[in-house]
């Protein structure tokens, strides 16, 4: 996950400078023709590089006003019944919105209610489905050994919901996820190709710029993502559609 820094992002956003090129969940959006936005919270009231949102990084959507759409076009765009097929809600990490430390997490946790509250009064609800994770764990410990679905394996567990009226009730799902199975999940809604395939014609065509660096040592663009495991699950088992 990267994250974003006001003295690092910023000049790299308006000089254009070291902004990536490789495929990402958009371009597969973009080419098929989905429309997303991203809605960020508090970013317009906070220094630019508050925020977690990577799309900042990329060549192609940088200057797109779909990925700087702030809370109140969220809550504009319900009322006015024209929500995107995908949307993300990325809070910023100042005031604790994202329920970082040192923040009061019940200030995050009202935004929450407040997004969830919106979507379930809305003329959307009928149609959506709100998941709703974490970029990473709460410490540095889990009594349960992460799976080793690669050479890499996975990480401590992060919390997810699904929230939808296509979700099966009081559930507990056992199926194992990471943080690509919100990636399969679109992939799968929309019959889109996998990034990983997407990644590996981008790195066909741009060798020496490609993600291959990432595979010999710790310089260069990271791996592709894990969306073509088959051992990683894509939340379709969470619905009863």
């Known amino acids: 996950m990267l994250a974003a820094r006001s003295d690092v992002a910023e000049p790299l956003l308006h000089r254009g400078r070291h902004l990536r090129r490789d495929p990402i969940i958009l371009d597969l959006l973009e080419d ?3 429309s997303w936005k991203v809605y960020n919270i508090g970013m317009d009231s906070v220094p630019f590089g508050n925020t977690d949102n990577v799309f900042f990084f990329w060549k192609r959507f940088a200057h797109d006003m779909r990925a ?12 006015q019944g024209t929500l995107p097929n ?3 809600i990325i809070p910023s990490f100042a005031r604790g919105w994202d329920e970082h430390p040192p923040a009061d997490i019940s200030v995050g946790m009202g935004i929450v209610q407040e ?4 979507l379930r009064n809305s003329s959307s609800w009928a149609t959506s489905a709100y998941i709703h994770t974490y970029d990473e764990a ?3 410990f889990d009594h349960v050994r992460p799976p080793q679905v690669d050479a890499f394996g996975l990480g401590i ?3 997810t919901w699904v929230i939808s009226p296509f979700a099966k009730p009081a559930h507990l799902e056992p199926t194992v996820y990471e943080h690509t199975s919100t990636l399969k999940f ?6 889109l190709p996998t990034l990983a395939a997407a990644n590996h014609l981008f790195d066909s065509g741009t060798p020496s710029g490609g993600n291959y660096e990432a595979a010999t040592g710790s310089v260069g663009p990271p791996a592709p993502p894990r969306d ?6 894509n939340l379709m088992e969470c619905f009863a559609f």
Do not use: C, M
């Open 32 to 34: 098929a023709h989905v």
């Open 68 to 79: 700087h759409a702030s809370k109140q076009d969220f809550f504009t765009d319900l009322n």
């Open 86 to 88: 995908v949307s993300w």
């Open 115 to 118: 997004l969830v509250d919106g």
């Open 138 to 140: 709460g410490g540095y």
């Open 157 to 159: 567990r992060v919390p």
């Open 186 to 191: 679109i992939e799968a809604v929309y019959s």
């Open 228 to 233: 073509a495991n088959p051992s990683i699950g």
